[in-house]
Structure formats: structure tokens, C-alpha cells
């Protein structure tokens, strides 16, 4: 997908990029591609890939029309190189975007590229899920939590849904359809006060298989949950 493909298929979905949001794009492409000679940010780096397989994928809580241009908090657990959660502050300025991810490394990286995109309501915070959701500070406080191909949603679970207020939304963004992650994820969503609230199967302009699945936090989660960094891996729920 060239970058004009990239802006003519988001202007069809009634999203047409200013001047400055495609400059802000064609930044990120050029910092990401910098910083993955010094670290391992992705295994992706040719252009037309990366508008396809990292920008316009992460876009998909918004095409799919789960995301609205407001000031929603919203908390992306390990965002890597930012992704989903900095493409739709670029297409939607008025989002809130938190990151928490485990590799002090890349907290830089976002820190910086956020400098140069002229981002402003972001934050990144460098460590575990497990330990910032019993954090006060970060525990309930979030509207929408995505992740991008972190874990199996019976992980996933654990790691997201304490963050959220009640009716809040962890929005996982997968490869493929859910519906076996769904099954074995039963017993964990009924434990911490969730369910699913939708599955989306779609798939990206070339054909590649996509998932968007929607749990929706129905009360307070329970106080133990989640467990110690590194258990919900061990023993899931």
C-alpha cells in the first residue's frame, strides 16, 4: 500500500488526511525505520508495508467504527513501536493515548517520536501491566484499552480489564478469528466482570485476515486481579 493508496482509501472511509497528518505519517515511517538499525522495533520496515501492515491496521477500531475523534482516555498495553493506539491519535488529535510497555527502550523511542510528530495528551511509562494495574493512579481510570497481538485474549483479559472504568472496552486487535480464544477465555472474562460485547472479522485491503474483538467491563474488577507480574502467563485464568 503506497502512502497515496494509504490516503485515498482513508478519504473514501470519510477520513481525509490533512497536509500536516500525512507529514506526521511519512515522520514515523522515517523514525521507525532509524531506530530499528539501533533496536528491534519490527520486523517490518519497507514502506509500502508498513502504510499497509502497521498504519492502516492500526486504524481499524476507527474504520470499524468503534473509536470516535473525542477525548477518550485510552491505555495501549504493549504498543511496541506505538502501534495501534499513535496512528489513531494521528488521525484523531483529540485522543487521550497512554502507553505502557515492558522495554525501557521503546519508551524512549515514543518519547521522541512524539516530540517530533508534535503529539501532545500522550504519556509513556516504561513496566509491567500486572504492576501498574493495581496502581491507583492508572486502575479503572481508562474508556478503552487496545492491544495489538499481545496474548491470547484468556491472558489478555487479566492484563487489560482492571485499567478500564465500568463499561469500558479493551479492543483487541487480532490476526485471525477469535472464536477459539473466546472459548477458552470464558471462565477468566466471568471472573474479572467482562464479556464480549462483539467480534469483527474482516480483512485488509490485500485480503490478509483480520479480527477486531470487543469486551465490554461490567462491575468493579476483584481486588487480586491482576495477579503478579508474570502469572496470568504461567497460570491463566
Known amino acids: 500500500m503506497t502512502p497515496d493508496v494509504f490516503y485515498q482509501l482513508l478519504a473514501e472511509a470519510g477520513f481525509a488526511l490533512s497536509d500536516q497528518q500525512k507529514e506526521q505519517f511519512e515522520t514515523y515511517f522515517e523514525r521507525l525505520v532509524e531506530w530499528n538499525e539501533k533496536i528491534n522495533l519490527t520486523a517490518i520496515t519497507e514502506k509500502n508495508e508498513v502504510y499497509l501492515k502497521h498504519f492502516y491496521d492500526s486504524l481499524a477500531p476507527i474504520l470499524q467504527g468503534k473509536i470516535t475523534n ?23 488529535p483529540q485522543l487521550n493515548v497512554t502507553i505502557i510497555d515492558s522495554l525501557n527502550k521503546r519508551i524512549n523511542f515514543l518519547n521522541l517520536l512524539a516530540q517530533d510528530l508534535g503529539l501532545t495528551n500522550v504519556q509513556f511509562y ?45 479492543i483487541a486487535l487480532k ?27 474482516y480483512q485488509l485491503p490485500n485480503g490478509d485476515d483480520r479480527n477486531l474483538t470487543i469486551v465490554v467491563k461490567k462491575k468493579e474488577t476483584p481486588n487480586k486481579y491482576p495477579r503478579k507480574a508474570g502469572i496470568p502467563n504461567k497460570k491463566p485464568l
Open 126 to 170: 516504561h513496566g509491567r501491566a500486572e504492576d501498574f494495574g493495581q496502581d491507583k493512579a492508572f486502575r479503572g481510570q481508562f474508556d478503552i484499552v487496545t492491544a495489538r497481538a499481545v496474548a491470547r485474549m484468556q491472558i489478555l483479559s487479566e492484563l487489560t480489564i482492571p485499567f478500564l472504568k465500568i463499561k469500558g472496552q479493551l
Open 70 to 92: 473525542q477525548a477518550l482516555n485510552i491505555l495501549d498495553i504493549g504498543a511496541g513501536a506505538g502501534f495501534p493506539s499513535l496512528p489513531m491519535k494521528i488521525l484523531f
Open 175 to 201: 490476526a485471525s478469528s477469535a472464536e477459539e480464544e473466546l472459548d477458552q477465555a470464558k471462565n477468566a472474562l466471568n471472573l474479572l466482570f467482562a464479556q464480549v460485547d462483539d467480534t469483527i472479522n
